[in-house]
C-alpha cells in the first residue's frame, strides 16, 4: 500500500490549474453530480477535517440535506469551487487504487502526455498541462496502464504493472464507507460487539448495529488522513461494502450509488426510506468509481493489446463467501448455508429481464461447520413445532410478536397466528419476547427441530448399507474389489447409527450371489441366483442384517470377498438384474445402495452397449445423446429407488468406457454421487479410494429427507439443479443427503411489481438423523427487494451465480452440443456487462475501458475456465467420454466453495519451502496466476484442483531436490506416472508432505491423489497440467486476455 | 358412408377423451393432487392407445377418401410416430417437473387440433347427408 503518494499530488495540484480543469468541462457537465465531486471533495476533506467529506452531499444538491456542522459549511464554497474545476474526465478511479507500485521513474510522463492524447484523449488532461506529479500516477498504478506504453513497446511493462493485489486492494476500497456516516452514527451505536450472535440477543431487531468490520474504522478517522487509503489499509477486508450498509440501519438497501441513476433517483430514495437520512454514503462512496475497469483501448494499428496481464483480476484467495449480508441481517443464516446470486431482489420483472445472470440461490442444508458454530438443537416437546397456520413456515427470528405475545406474525405470508399458551412469553417494552435469547429459533438463522411423530410416516428408519459388488474378471484384476473389501472392513466400527445399523451384500457377474448373513451362521453362505430375467430373492430375509449381531458374518465374509472371486473367468456383468434385486432386498427400509461397477453392463435387462466412438456424431445436433442416459431403464430404476428412499452412489472403475452417462442418471435421482476412477490400479488409486469410500460410509448421513425452500409472496422457485428428485413442484426428495452436496434453484418473480421492501428464505430439511431421530434443520434469510439495477450488481455474488451458471451449463450439454453450452455462457456473461455498461456509459468516459462492477470482477475468468472445465471443454478427442461425464455429474453436486477451487485451482511454488527452514507453508500468500508463465523451471510447483494434486518438477530443479522428494534417481527416467509420492527419510520428503497434508486438510471431502510430472514430458505435462492453466491459451481455446478482449469487442459491437 | 361418419365421430371423441385425461393428470400434478409416479404412470398407459386411435382415424379418411380430412390427421400421425421413434412419447418420471410445461403444451395443440377435425368431420357429415337427400 503507498497511500499518500499518489493521492496528494492528484488533489493538491489540482485545484490551483483550474483552466485546464474548466475546459472539458464544458462538453461534459452532466458529470458535476457523479463521484467526480466526490474526488476532489474528498481531497478537500483530506486537506481539513474528515466532516467535510460531506460537501458532495450538498453539492448534489437535490438529494443532500447539508449537514450543518461549522467545518463543512465552511468547506461547502471550496468543494463547490473545485466541483466546477474538478468536472473534467475524472481519473479512473483505479488510479487511486492501485498505486501500490511505486511512481515511476521521471521519464515516465513525457511518454505520457504523448499517448494519452493519441489513444485516450477524452479522459486525460490536454497535454499542456505539465502536471507530473499527477501524470506519474496515471502511469504507473491503474489496472490499465500499458495503454500508455503502447508506442514504445520496447520499454518492459512488467515492471509497470502493480503485483497481482491490486485488484483485491481495489476492491476493499472501491466499497469505502463513508467516514461522515461512521461518525454520526458512532453516537448511537452500542460499543462494537465481538461477535454477530451478541447482536442479534442484545439489539431490537430491524436496527441491527453494524458488525465485525466496525471496530476497525474509527481509529483511522480520528487520524484524519486520507480516509481512502488508511481506512482500509489491507486488502484482507473484503466484505467492507457491508458495513457501510449496516450504518444505514440494517432495513434500507443502500442508496444509490450517485453514478447509478439521475437526481431523480437520490430524492425518491429519501422518500422511500425516511428515516435514513440524506444518502451521504451514496455520495462519498462516489469518491471512486464504484465499478471497475480494464483498460483495453488499443490504438489502431498497433500489435499490443494494451491489456495489462497482471493487472487482471484473478481470485487468488479462493471463495470470499459473503459474510457482508449479515451484517445488514445478523439473524440470517451463515452464508455457508445459503447464498443468493444477488442479496437484492429485483422489485420487477422488466428489472429481472435486465439482469441476464441466473437469479437464485444455492442451498448447503447439511454444511460442516467450524467447531463452536454447530447448528442449535430446540426441541419443543408437547407445545409441537410453531408453524405458520397458511403457508406452513417454521417459526424463525424474522416473525414479530403483536398483542401483548399473544400472536405472531408469520414472515412470509403474513398471516397472524396465535401463540399456544406453553409458547407464549411477554413483551418487553420495545416489542420484543422476553426470552429471545433463551430461544434459538428467535435469535439463530440457523437451527434444527426435533420432529414430533406427525412428521414421520412410519418409524424412523436404521442407516442401511447395501453394497453391490462387481466381481468379474476386471474387478478382480485391477484389485479395486481387494481394497473395496478392506475399506468396508476397516469402516465397519465408524458406521453411524450403532446398534442400528443394517447391512448386506451382493456380489454379481453373469449370475447374482446372495450372501445370507444370519447372525447365527459362523460363515457367510453364499447363494446364487442365475435367472436374470425373473430376479427372485433367495431368501425372505437375512440379505439385510443388523451389523452389531452379525458382526463375525460380515467380517468373515470380507475376508473371504477377495480370494471367493480370485479365479473368477466371468467377463459379463449383469447390473440390471443385480440393481432389481438390491431394490427387492432394499425395498422395506431404504438406505444407502454403494454400486461398484468395473465393466460396462453387458447381460440382463439394462445392458448398455459401446457408444462414443463414433466420431461423426460431435458436432451434429445428435451429439448431446451420448451424454443421456442410452436405456431408460436406469431413469426408471433411479425413480423406484427414489421412491423407497434408496440412495444410489456409483464407484465406478474401468479402463474401457463404461457409460458413465447411464450409470450416474442413477446417482442423479437419487441424491447420491458419482466416483470415477478412470484406469483403476490397485497401487496408485487405491489410497484415494480408501479415502472416498470411509469418507462417504462414515460422515454424517440424513437419511429419508425431504427439502423444501420456501419464499415470501412475489417470488418463486421454478428450476431446481442437483441430484435429488422432485416430488412435487417445490418438494425435493433427497434419500439420503450429507454435507458434501449443495442444491442449486432459480427463482422467478410471480408479480409485476413486488410491494415489500424485504423478502424472506426458509430452507426446511426434514430427515432422520443416523441416530434414528427425526429432525428438521431450518436455514431463515432475509434479503431487500430493490428497485435499481446497479444495487443488484453490487450485491451479487460470484459464488452463488458461477455455481448456478455451471449448472445449467452442464444441464444444457444434455440436451445440446457443447460449444452451443458454451456460447450460451458467454452470452449472458457479456449481456450482463453490457447492461452494467449501459448503467453507466452516460455519466463515465468509458472509451477504451471493460467495466464490471466490483461484485463481479471475477466472473469473466470463471466462465472462461467453465468453458474450459473438464465437462465443457472442446469436443471429442479433448476429454474422453466417460470422465467428461462423471465431472459433469460432480459438478451438480459441489458446493460453492470445491466449485470455485476447482475452476480456480491454486498453483503453489513450493521449493523454496523445502529449502528454507520450518516456515510455515501459507496457501493464500503464495498462490500464483494460473499460467504457464507462472511457472520456472528452477523450482517446484503444486497444483490443487480439489480432486487431485499434481507437482510439477521443473527442468532445472535442482536434482537433489528431485531424488530426495521423489525417492528415486530422476536421472534413470522412471516412469512417473506409476510413481507413488511417499514419505522418504529426508527433510525434503518430510516437509513436501507435510505440505500437501496441509493442502488436503482444507478439503477433507475428496483425496487429492498427487501425480509427479516433469517439465517437458509429454504428454502427461499436457493432459494434466498444461491444460488445466485456464489463463493460458490452448488449442481452440482462447487465453485470459484473448478472452476479456473478445468479451470488450463483444460489448463494443452488439 | 354413414358408417364412416359415425366411427370417425367416435374415434375423435375417443381421442379427446384420452387427451383430456392426459392433461387432468399434468394439471393435477401441478397443483401437488397426485404424485409424479402415479401420474406418469396413468398418462403413459394411455399414450399408446391414443397414438394408435389416431392412426386408424387417418387410415380411415384416407381408405374412404376423405382427402382433405386426412391430410388435417396426417401431420399429427408424423409427429406422433416421430416422438416414437424418438423414444420421447412417454413422459419420464424423472424429469416431469422440469418437461410438464412443454407436455402440456403438446398436448394442448394435439387437443386443439383434434377439436377442429371433429368440427371439421362434422360439418362435412352434415353437407354429405344433406346431399344425399337431396
Redesign the interface.
Known amino acids: 500500500m503507498q497511500p499518500m503518494g499518489n493521492d496528494k499530488p492528484t488533489n493538491v495540484p489540482g485545484r490551483p490549474v483550474s483552466p485546464f480543469r474548466a475546459a472539458p468541462q464544458s462538453s461534459t457537465p452532466f458529470i458535476s453530480s457523479g463521484p467526480v465531486v466526490g474526488l476532489e471533495a474528498s481531497g478537500a476533506s483530506r486537506a481539513t477535517t474528515p466532516f467535510l467529506s460531506s460537501g458532495p452531499g450538498t453539492i448534489l444538491g437535490a438529494s443532500g440535506t447539508p449537514q450543518t456542522t461549522v467545518p463543512f459549511l465552511s468547506s461547502g464554497p471550496i468543494t463547490g469551487t473545485q466541483m466546477s474545476n474538478y468536472r473534467s474526465p475524472p481519473p479512473p478511479p483505479v488510479r487511486y487504487n492501485g498505486p501500490s507500485s511505486p511512481p515511476p521513474p521521471t521519464s515516465y510522463p513525457a511518454q505520457d502526455a504523448t499517448t494519452y492524447q493519441q489513444t485516450q484523449a477524452p479522459r486525460f488532461p490536454p497535454p499542456g498541462q505539465p502536471v507530473t506529479p499527477f501524470r506519474g500516477p496515471v502511469g504507473s498504478s491503474g489496472p490499465s496502464p500499458s495503454g500508455s506504453f503502447r508506442p514504445q513497446p520496447q520499454i518492459p511493462s512488467v515492471p509497470m504493472g502493480p503485483p497481482p493485489q491490486t485488484a483485491t486492494q481495489m476492491s476493499s476500497r472501491s466499497n469505502m464507507p463513508p467516514p461522515l456516516s461512521e461518525s454520526s452514527f458512532s453516537a448511537t451505536r452500542p460499543p462494537p460487539q465481538p461477535s454477530l450472535q451478541g447482536y442479534s440477543y442484545g439489539l431490537p431487531r430491524g436496527n441491527m448495529p453494524p458488525a465485525s468490520a466496525e471496530p476497525q474504522l474509527p481509529a483511522p478517522r480520528s487520524v484524519s488522513q486520507p480516509p481512502l487509503q488508511q481506512a482500509f489499509p489491507s486488502s484482507h477486508v473484503p466484505p467492507v461494502h457491508a458495513s457501510y450498509h449496516a450504518h444505514q440501519g440494517g432495513v434500507v438497501p443502500p442508496p444509490p450509488p450517485p453514478i447509478g441513476g439521475p437526481l431523480g433517483y437520490n430524492s425518491r430514495e429519501q422518500i422511500q426510506y425516511p428515516n435514513i437520512g440524506p444518502p451521504i454514503g451514496g455520495n462519498l462512496q462516489g469518491l471512486v468509481e464504484e465499478f471497475q475497469s480494464l483498460s483495453v483501448g488499443s490504438a489502431p494499428g498497433s500489435l499490443d493489446h494494451g491489456v495489462d496481464v497482471k493487472s487482471l483480476p484473478r481470485p487468488l484467495s479462493g471463495d470470499e463467501e459473503p459474510i457482508k449480508i449479515l451484517e445488514t441481517f445478523p439473524l440470517n443464516c451463515h452464508p455457508r448455508f445459503l447464498r443468493l446470486t444477488t442479496y437484492a431482489i429485483p422489485s420487477s420483472q422488466s428489472l429481472l429481464a435486465r439482469w441476464h445472470l441466473p437469479l437464485g440461490a444455492v442451498v448447503h442444508p447439511l454444511a460442516e461447520v467450524p467447531d463452536g458454530e454447530e447448528v442449535p438443537i430446540v426441541n419443543f416437546g408437547p407445545a409441537g413445532i410453531i408453524r405458520c397456520r397458511r403457508c406452513r413456515t417454521y417459526v424463525n427470528p424474522y416473525v414479530t410478536f403483536t398483542d401483548a405475545g399473544r400472536k405472531w406474525r408469520c414472515n412470509i405470508c403474513s398471516l397472524l397466528n396465535d401463540v399456544s399458551g406453553e409458547y407464549y412469553c411477554a413483551l418487553d417494552a420495545s416489542g420484543r419476547r422476553c426470552d429471545v435469547d433463551q430461544r434459538p429459533e428467535l435469535s439463530k438463522g440457523s437451527v434444527e427441530f426435533v420432529a414430533p411423530t406427525e412428521y414421520m410416516v412410519r418409524p424412523p428408519m436404521p442407516p442401511l448399507y447395501f453394497f453391490l459388488i462387481d466381481v468379474s474378471v476386471s474387478a478382480v484384476r485391477s484389485g479395486f474389489l481387494e481394497v473395496v473389501a478392506t475399506t468396508i472392513k476397516s469402516c465397519l466400527d465408524e458406521l453411524p447409527g450403532f446398534p442400528r445399523t443394517q447391512i448386506g451384500f451382493l456380489t454379481f457377474d453373469s449370475t447374482l450371489h446372495f450372501h445370507n448373513l444370519k447372525s447365527s451362521l459362523t460363515q457367510p453362505q453364499m447363494l446364487v441366483v442365475a435367472d436374470l430375467d425373473d430376479i427372485f430373492l433367495p431368501l425372505p430375509d437375512d440379505l439385510l442384517v443388523n451389523l452389531s449381531d452379525s458382526r463375525h458374518v460380515v467380517d468373515a465374509l470380507l475376508d473371504s470377498l477377495p480370494s471367493m472371486f480370485q479365479d473368477n473367468a466371468n467377463i459379463e456383468s449383469a447390473l440390471g438384474p443385480a440393481l432389481k434385486a438390491a431394490l427387492m432386498v432394499m425395498s422395506q427400509l431404504g438406505g444407502k445402495l454403494l454400486v461398484f461397477q468395473s465393466t460396462l453392463p453387458s447381460i440382463g435387462v439394462g445392458r448398455l452397449r459401446l457408444r462414443g466412438d463414433d466420431l461423426r456424431i460431435y458436432g451434429t445436433d445428435k451429439e448431446h445423446t451420448l451424454r443421456i442416459p442410452d436405456d431408460p431403464f436406469y431413469k426408471q430404476m433411479a425413480a423406484e429407488f427414489t421412491k423407497h428412499q434408496i440412495a444410489v452412489d456409483v464407484y465406478a472403475f474401468s479402463e474401457k468406457y463404461t457409460d458413465i452417462a447411464s450409470l450416474g442418471s442413477l446417482a442423479k435421482y437419487t441424491g447420491g454421487q458419482v466416483y470415477h476412477y478412470p484406469s483403476f490400479q490397485a497401487p496408485t488409486h487405491q489410497e484415494k479410494l480408501r479415502y472416498e469410500l470411509a469418507r462417504d460410509l462414515t460422515r454424517e448421513t440424513a437419511w429419508e429427507s425431504v427439502m423444501r425452500v420456501r419464499c415470501g409472496k412475489g417470488v418463486r422457485f421454478t428450476t431446481y439443479h442437483g441430484h435429488f428428485m422432485l416430488r412435487s413442484t417445490d418438494l425435493l426428495a433427497l434419500p439420503a443427503v450429507d454435507c458434501d452436496k449443495a442444491f442449486a434453484m432459480q427463482l422467478s418473480l410471480e408479480d409485476t411489481l413486488m410491494t415489500t421492501q424485504t423478502v424472506y428464505f426458509q430452507v426446511a430439511l426434514l430427515y432422520t438423523s443416523s441416530s434414528g431421530e427425526r429432525r428438521i434443520r431450518v436455514h431463515t434469510a432475509a434479503a431487500h427487494v430493490v428497485a435499481d439495477l446497479g444495487e443488484m450488481y453490487r450485491q451479487a455474488d460470484t459464488g452463488a451465480i458461477i455455481l448456478l451458471l455451471s449448472r445449467l451449463a452442464v444441464e444444457n450439454t444434455l440436451s445440446h452440443k457443447l460449444e452451443d453450452a458454451r456460447q450460451l455462457m458467454q452470452l449472458k456473461l457479456v449481456k450482463s456487462l453490457k447492461e452494467y455498461r449501459n448503467l453507466h456509459v452516460v455519466q463515465h468516459r468509458l472509451g477504451g475501458r471493460l467495466i464490471f462492477p466490483e461484485s463481479l470482477r471475477f466472473l469473466p475468468l470463471y466462465v472462461l475456465s467453465l468453458c474450459k472445465s473438464l465437462a465443457l471443454r472442446g469436443g471429442y478427442a479433448d476429454v474422453p467420454l466417460d470422465e467428461r461425464c462423471a465431472a459433469g455429474y460432480n459438478m451438480m453436486i459441489l458446493p460453492i466453495r470445491r466449485m470455485l477451487k476447482l475452476l480456480y485451482p491454486g498453483l503453489y511454488r513450493i521449493d523454496e519451502n523445502l529449502i528454507k527452514g520450518p516456515e510455515e507453508f501459507n496457501e493464500s500468500s503464495k498462490q500464483l496466476a494460473l499460467s504457464a508463465q507462472s511457472l520456472d523451471p528452477r523450482a517446484l510447483y503444486i497444483y490443487d484442483d480439489g480432486f487431485s494434486f499434481i507437482v510439477w518438477l521443473g527442468r532445472m530443479l535442482s536434482p537433489d531436490i528431485v531424488n530426495n522428494t521423489l525417492g528415486v534417481d530422476l536421472s534413470g527416467f522412471p516412469d512417473l506416472s506409476r510413481l507413488a509420492l511417499l514419505e522418504h527419510d529426508n527433510e525434503y520428503s518430510r516437509k513436501l508432505m507435510r505440505i500437501i497434508r496441509r493442502l488436503r486438510e482444507k478439503d477433507p471431502s475428496c483425496f487429492q491423489l498427487c501425480r509427479v510430472v516433469r517439465q517437458g514430458e509429454q504428454p502427461r505435462e499436457g493432459s494434466l497440467l498444461l491444460s488445466n492453466l485456464f489463463e493460458d491459451q490452448a488449442a481452440g481455446t482462447s487465453g485470459y486476455v484473448d478472452w476479456i478482449l473478445q468479451i470488450y469487442r463483444q460489448l463494443q459491437s452488439s | 358412408m354413414v358408417f364412416v361418419w359415425i366411427t370417425a365421430f367416435f374415434l375423435l371423441i375417443a381421442l379427446i377423451v384420452l387427451i383430456i385425461y392426459q392433461l387432468m393428470c399434468l394439471a393435477d400434478?401441478?397443483f401437488?393432487y397426485i404424485?409424479?409416479?402415479d401420474s406418469a404412470s396413468r398418462i403413459n398407459k394411455v399414450v399408446l392407445p391414443e397414438f394408435a386411435l389416431q392412426g386408424v382415424l387417418c387410415l380411415l379418411f384416407l381408405l374412404s377418401g376423405h382427402w382433405l380430412l386426412f391430410l388435417f390427421c396426417a401431420p399429427i400421425v408424423y409427429y406422433n410416430v416421430r416422438l416414437y421413434q424418438q423414444?420421447q412419447h412417454?413422459v419420464?418420471?424423472?424429469e416431469?417437473?422440469?418437461q410438464l410445461d412443454t407436455e402440456k403444451k403438446r398436448r394442448l395443440f394435439k387437443l386443439i387440433s383434434v377439436v377442429v377435425i371433429l368440427f371439421l368431420s362434422l360439418f362435412w357429415m352434415i353437407w354429405s347427408m344433406l346431399e344425399d337427400d337431396e
Open positions: 400434478l401441478e401437488d404424485n409424479p409416479y423414444q412417454l419420464d418420471v424423472t416431469i417437473f422440469n
